[in-house]
């Protein structure tokens, strides 16, 4: 791509990464997700994560590929069963082993967005009730402590929380993921102690190194009304708060940055007896999501109250052919580019995912990787828009 071919040219300074998760990619390890995926009929494929895509020995490589890729940042998780795989008992070797992955980030000059909790709990903190039990924000504390004292500082930026909103919704709301407990109290008691796990962990984190930035990732969507009526709007607007910004609200004092991972638009009818979604779906992903790259960009704006930084954490789809990844990309950073000509201060990209990997209740069906993955020989291989996502990278703009 040539400089003149550049329409979207992004700040000075920006990052731009590729994302992943410890359970989803690393395999061999025993967890509340583990234990769950065993029951039948618990993921639509019949698969369990097993060795996944055997990232926990092949780091190194896969840190390889996000260089390849002109990323300057890559954004990866700690499992916590490995590192307090019995309550108190912390295991220094594991440890090490994410203190290698820092290392080996650092060598290659990306930045590395380290995640502390993606969802998968020890199995002792399952069996205590996990995020219902009324000391869990303490026992999450516990891990942050001893993560930071072996890390010092050579983690700038830190990202507490995957998605807590969604993980409850699924788990306490719906019903569908491992606990299975469908409750509206119970849903709420989450959150609570959530919201309370990542204060506390915010603290911890700032008392070890004063400079780091702390956030979570936050799903926030793009909400908008069908009819433009005056129930729609209203019943919207009140959806779109409480999803978009409820948590945010609760926690915005313990903010240093907003990661934002965005992947729906919802397009409400709204009534008396309820909601129906009447998205178009013109262009969709192989999991049925409906792609609306201009949601980006309202959601974008929507953050900016916040007056903070704002790092896209995840942005991405299903799509095992690779027909639709490269204008996904595209689209959504040109959006996001408005955005930031508009005043909102956005310093990052990281695109969902670096590789295939498990995808929690889906199984391995879903393709969201820049690179595909032979989940039997662990050969990692470039799609075709993992190259365009280089050259944007490298470029700084699209």
């Known amino acids: 791509m040539a400089e003149h071919e550049i329409k979207y040219k992004f700040p000075a300074g920006f990052l731009w990464g590729t994302a992943t998760s410890a359970h989803q990619i690393e395999g061999g390890n025993e967890n509340n997700w583990t234990e769950w995926e065993r029951k039948q009929g618990k993921i639509k494929d019949g698969s369990i994560s097993g060795r996944a ?17 002109n990323n300057n940042a890559y954004r990866f998780g700690i499992e916590w069963s490995r590192i ?26 990306l930045e590395p967005f380290v995640t502390l909790y ?25 891990y942050i402590e001893q993560v930071v004292r072996f890390f010092g500082s050579s983690v700038t930026f830190w990202c507490t929380l995957n998605e807590p909103m969604i993980y409850a919704y699924n788990s306490y709301w719906l019903g569908k993921w491992t606990p299975q407990e469908k409750s509206f109290f119970k849903f709420k008691k989450v959150i609570k102690n959530l919201i309370a796990a990542h204060k506390l962990a915010y603290f911890v984190l700032h008392e070890r190194n004063s400079r780091c930035q702390v956030s979570i990732a936050k799903n926030n969507q ?15 607007n009140f959806i779109r708060n409480y999803w978009n910004h409820s948590f945010l609200n609760k926690i915005k004092n313990e903010l240093d940055y907003i990661g934002l991972n965005y992947y729906f638009h919802n397009l409400l009818y709204v009534s008396l007896q309820g909601y129906v979604q009447m998205n178009e779906n013109k262009i969709i992903s192989d999991m049925g999501w409906e792609i609306y790259p201009r949601g980006i960009y309202e959601v974008l704006k929507e953050l900016q109250e916040y007056r903070l930084p704002i790092y896209i954490l995840e942005n991405g789809l299903a799509d095992a052919r690779d027909e639709k990844r490269a204008d996904l990309i595209r689209e959504h950073l040109r959006y996001a580019h408005q955005a930031i000509t508009e005043g909102v201060d956005v310093r990052g990209y990281c695109h969902w995912s ?24 662990f050969k990692r291989t470039a799609r075709p828009s993992a190259k365009i996502y280089s050259e944007i990278c490298k470029n700084n703009g699209v």
């Open 354 to 377: 670096l590789m295939d990997n498990f995808e929690w209740a889906d199984g391995y069906e879903p393709k969201f990787g820049l690179h595909e993955v032979d989940f039997k020989t």
């Open 53 to 69: 895509c055997n990232s926990y020995e092949l780091y190194k490589e896969d840190i390889k590929l996000a260089k390849e890729l």
């Open 118 to 142: 993606h969802w998968t709990q020890p199995l002792w903190f399952a069996k205590m009730g996990g995020w219902l039990n009324k000391q869990s924000p303490l026992m999450f504390r516990s």
């Open 84 to 109: 307090e795989p019995q309550r108190g008992k912390f295991d220094k070797n594991e440890l090490r082993h994410y203190q290698k992955v820092i290392a080996e980030c650092r060598r290659n000059r």
């Open 222 to 236: 793009c909400f908008e009304p069908y009819l433009d009526t005056w129930l729609n709007i209203m019943a919207v």
